[in-house]
């Protein structure tokens, strides 16, 4: 369905004859995404491609645009920088908003900790900017490649430093926010010109913006969000080691890396919780003993040479990460005070890391795993990995989840599951999600990843483990409708506050919700 | 059957007041907003039969205005009745229904009191984040629902903290969970599972708990909440921080929110001050005559484990800083104790609400802002009410850092004689000057009663009309305490 020569006039003189393009070599480029293979038959190409690529310069411009779809009867979707299937257009007919051409931190408030930004704007580029200034941003699992307004506005957010920094989702501040109909609100205090607080007056609109997951641009485009920030004790400018692909940090005195192994989950569970409640660490994390490895390697053939080095300790299948980074020397000695103690009491044992090979490892580790994780390194075993589990609830539930995922995946052609996961705000709420790796060129092993992905949704719906993030993540309203039974009917309601927005629904809401 | 019958079917007939009294005792406050009498008061005792209630109103348009606290003084004017309507009064909705040591939470109904809370909590080794120096009749849920801020920045991540999920009667009737609450299955199911029903997002792409937080009952009915709590400390050292300068005070501020240092942290004027500390209120000029201008209040808790080593660690690097920015770090200044203060705090006192004291009357104006801009708002304050013949040494300010320190909730507490008709006719006009200059200097009505609200909408059309919309939605008929808000 090709896009009317007027509409695409229209748009041509909003952002010029440069700013747009309907050629197949552009926009096939929008279609190629990681977790196709879950949605589609296909292996990484969506099968919908959009109308056009638009760029748009400004709010201003966003928001003609917005209008001339209206006018013309064209669905569209705004795009950042992307990472999975959700990210792109979800049918025919649909025009794409990339937003490179917005791409400014518009304001980093030192004093009040919070940073102004524009879509395009990346989380290793923000992160370098308020380290400067000894801030430090919440970079989310799927790496610091990622748009900062993305995440806080529209989706995901889960990242290492949780406990100390929080979830994006509750980071986001005010909002700047194009409504499908054209019209531009500014929630909170950014109606004032002020980035401060996105809730209020009264009832706050940055509950229908986002909320555990988001509508991943089917209520509309955000053309600027503040973002809060937590603090960075480190050094303005982190002295890096080692060349690409592998750059470490080097630790400065007051950031220590510890990794600890307990005998089982319920021993591990125990620390978890007494670490939290004694709010130590800037991470508090759990991954599979692959992680490592994975984490602090460039290629494969790095990863085949390594392992026979590694100590046995580090593939312990029951382990906590914890990255400590004092506020002084006086804060890491206490932090490791209560850390030891916790340790000892639960049963654990630390994993020696003044060793080789892992001492040489603990740099790019903190660096691609902790600080601003890379999990592009994920894809690199199997070309594509699928993602269960992982609800915001308590870490009983977490780790609940952990016990029947590692049984039910059994049965499944992917050599187990990889968990990555921690606490947020201290241990209010968590999340363990669990990856599994597989090759997407080959169609069997794709048809076992949406077989297992079913399965774990029903297992999280059966056993009471909280919200699945799959549906988190790229809900279709095949998903609403079977959850919405057991989850007070939250869609019915959904829908209706789609319709509201989006009364003539331009907006692509493939992966959001369709109208009442 | 009339509307009557039909309440007193819902709620049974001891549980419906219509006499003269009571509508006398429900249609005012102490605020500004003119009093209004309901036509009766229901006092449901479940959630079942609150959202009974609802579903009738809304088949038979009959405005609600909920409350929650068992008692008064009320101030802002929200829970004044619709003219005709009913008040659903959910003070005996009141039990605490589970306490969780594990993950730090509580699970309460409406008219749960803070003093109710502390004690129960207490059992467990936990306490509840506290509002400065709330009242003896305040409901912890109101309190939470309405953004009143709490005493310990480290702890507020973001604005609907300390509130998780909950439970919400929509104008529509239909019952809803938020968050992690809402699923899968049954409340108890998921507690019986391991769940915390801690994390407020959701589900899905909403935010609902968003929407009826400071939404003054206009969007649902809560029945119950699942909230935050604290550790019980072991040890704490209360000081008051003092300097010459405020700005001196801020920066010092500043510097223990950055490292989320410290748990209660907040700065008051001397008079904000004497008002909360002294016991008569024949004390309270001359307790504040001899307090500095400025003080910040900072308490360092350990909790359970090392409790020595976190707040001595945190005390050199407090005192590190009030080296740095001039101030002093004190234990009492000018006979007023900080330890009195911090018990104060924790247990407000039974008596008369400390704003209450001095006059009897109080208007409070407040907002949102950001701490480097207290200053600049105070000095705009002092010199108004001056201009008004108001002393601005009787003036209380208090202002309390909020979402770790992004913003900050600043308040003026304008105390008057309500019995004296010209003293509350100038301090109503100095309120309506203030609110209007305020918000053009640019303070944030986050929380917009009486005529902030008119102050708030009116700069924001676009906000305005989205919210309306989304009102429609989960009150169609427009029966949850109409006439507030941009509805």
């Not at chain 1, 004859?17 to 196709?36: H, K, Q, R």
């Not at chain 1, 005195?253 to 569970?269: H, V």
């Not at chain 2, 309901?38 to 009974?52: E, F, G, L, R, T």
């Amino acid at each position: 369905m090709a896009l009317s020569r007027d509409a695409y006039q229209a748009l041509e003189a909003i952002v010029g004859p440069e700013n747009i393009s309907e050629d197949p070599a552009i926009t096939l480029g929008y279609s190629y995404m990681n977790f196709v293979p879950v949605l589609y038959e296909s292996a990484r190409l969506a099968p919908f491609l959009p109308e056009a690529v638009v760029l748009p310069g400004s709010t201003k411009q966003v928001s003609e645009i917005v209008k001339v779809c209206g006018r013309y009867k064209v669905r569209f979707k705004a795009f950042s920088l992307g990472w999975n299937v959700a990210a792109t257009v979800g049918g025919e007919g649909v025009i794409l908003l990339d937003l490179r051409r917005m791409d400014r931190i518009i304001d980093i408030d030192d004093k009040n900790m919070y940073a102004v930004v524009e879509p395009w704007v990346r989380m290793a580029e923000l992160e370098a900017e308020a380290e400067k200034l000894g801030l430090t941003v919440q970079v989310i699992g799927a790496g610091g490649g990622c748009s900062v307004l993305a995440s806080s506005t529209s989706g995901w957010g889960y990242g290492m430093k949780g406990t100390s920094i929080g979830h994006n989702c509750r980071n986001l501040l005010g909002v700047e926010w194009v409504l499908p109909t054209g019209s531009i609100v500014r929630t909170g205090s950014a109606s004032a010109g002020a980035w401060f607080t996105g809730d209020g007056p009264g009832p706050s609109l940055r509950g229908v913006i986002r909320g555990w997951s988001g509508a991943l641009s089917g209520h509309g485009v955000f053309t600027k969000c503040a973002s809060k920030l937590g603090h960075w004790p480190g050094p303005a400018q982190p002295e890096r080691t080692g060349e690409l692909p592998n750059i470490g940090m080097n630790l400065p005195e007051n950031f220590k890396l510890y990794i600890a192994n307990w005998p089982d989950y319920d021993r591990l569970s125990d620390a978890f919780y007494k670490i939290n409640d004694c709010e130590i660490g800037m991470s508090v994390w759990s991954s599979s003993p692959a992680a490592v490895t994975l984490f602090a390697t460039g290629t494969n053939n790095e990863i085949l040479k390594l392992a026979p080095q590694l100590p046995r300790e580090i593939l312990h299948p029951f382990q906590l990460q914890v990255f400590l980074a004092g506020n002084s020397m006086r804060q890491l000695k206490y932090e490791e005070l209560v850390l030891r103690d916790v340790v000892a009491d639960t049963g654990g044992e630390f994993v020696p890391l003044d060793e080789e090979p892992l001492k040489s490892l603990v740099p790019i580790y903190v660096m691609y795993f902790v600080l601003t994780p890379t999990m592009a390194r994920t894809f690199r075993p199997g070309g594509e990995f699928g993602t269960t589990f992982g609800a915001a609830e308590s870490w009983d539930i977490s780790i609940k989840g952990a016990k029947i995922g590692n049984e039910l995946v059994k049965k499944w052609p992917f050599g187990g599951i990889g968990w990555w996961g921690g606490a947020y705000q201290r241990n209010q709420f968590t999340h363990l999600e669990g990856a599994f790796m597989y090759d997407h060129t080959d169609p069997e092993q794709r048809k076992a990843a949406r077989g297992f992905s079913d399965e774990v949704l029903k297992a999280v719906i059966e056993n009471k483990l909280g919200f699945p993030i799959i549906a988190a993540g790229a809900a279709t309203e095949e998903m609403h409708e079977m959850l919405s039974p057991t989850y007070s009917n939250y869609p019915l309601w959904l829908k209706k506050i789609k319709k509201a927005i989006d009364p003539d629904n331009l907006a692509d809401s493939t992966f959001y919700i369709e109208p009442e | 059957m009339a509307q009557e019958a039909k309440l007193r079917n819902i709620v049974g007939s001891p549980n419906i007041l219509d006499d003269p009294e009571s509508l006398e005792e429900y249609s005012k406050d102490m605020s500004f907003v003119e009093p209004r009498k309901p036509s009766y008061i229901a006092k449901p005792k479940s959630s079942d039969q609150v959202q009974k209630m609802v579903k009738l109103a809304s088949e038979e348009l009959i405005p609600l205005t909920p409350v929650s606290s068992p008692g008064g003084p009320r101030f802002h004017g929200d829970t004044i009745p619709y003219p005709g309507g009913v008040v659903v009064d959910l003070s005996g909705i009141d039990r605490v229904l589970r306490v969780d040591r594990h993950n730090k939470t509580v699970h309460i109904e409406p008219g749960v009191t803070f003093e109710q809370l502390r004690s129960e909590l207490r059992k467990s080794g936990l306490k509840p984040f506290m509002p400065l120096m709330p009242r003896q009749t305040k409901s912890v849920l109101t309190s939470y629902l309405e953004r009143n801020p709490i005493l310990s920045p480290r702890h507020h991540w973001d604005t609907l903290d300390p509130l998780y999920t909950a439970e919400v009667i929509f104008g529509t009737g239909d019952a809803f969970r938020t968050g992690s609450a809402a699923g899968p299955g049954p409340t108890d199911e998921l507690l019986a599972a391991g769940a915390s029903l801690s994390a407020p997002m959701g589900p899905g792409p909403t935010d609902y708990v968003r929407l009826i937080q400071g939404a003054q009952g206009t969007m649902g009915i809560v029945t119950w909440a699942v909230c935050a709590c604290c550790l019980l400390p072991t040890i704490q050292h209360p000081y008051f921080v003092t300097s010459a300068e405020m700005e001196s005070l801020i920066e010092f501020m500043y510097a223990l929110l950055r490292r989320r240092h410290g748990d209660e942290l907040f700065l008051v004027n001397s008079f904000a001050l004497a008002n909360a500390i002294a016991d008569k209120p024949e004390d309270i000029k001359s307790v504040a005559a001899d307090l500095p201008p400025w003080i910040v209040f900072l308490n360092i808790a350990g909790y359970e484990k090392f409790p020595e080593e976190r707040v001595a660690y945190q005390e050199e690097d407090a005192s590190e800083f009030a080296k740095q920015y001039k101030c002093k770090l004190l234990h009492s200044v000018d006979g007023v104790s900080s330890s009195a203060l911090l018990k104060r705090l924790e247990e407000p006192p039974k008596d008369v609400y400390w704003k209450l004291k001095f006059k009897g009357g109080c208007e409070d104006v407040f907002f949102l802002t950001t701490l480097n801009k207290v200053p600049e708002f105070v000095d705009y304050v002092y010199k108004t009410a001056v201009a008004y013949g108001y002393a601005s040494t009787e003036l209380g300010v208090y202002a309390q850092p909020i979402v770790q320190g992004t913003s900050c909730h600043l308040e003026f507490d304008l105390m008057y004689n309500p019995e004296d008709v010209r003293e509350r006719e100038k301090v109503k006009k100095l309120y309506l000057h203030l609110s209007e200059g305020l918000a053009n200097l640019g303070a944030f009505y986050t929380r917009p009663y009486g005529v902030w609200s008119d102050i708030a909408y009116r700069r924001d059309a676009e906000t305005t009309a989205l919210l309306r919309k989304i009102k429609k939605i989960f009150d169609p008929n427009d029966i949850l305490n109409p006439g507030r808000l941009c509805f």
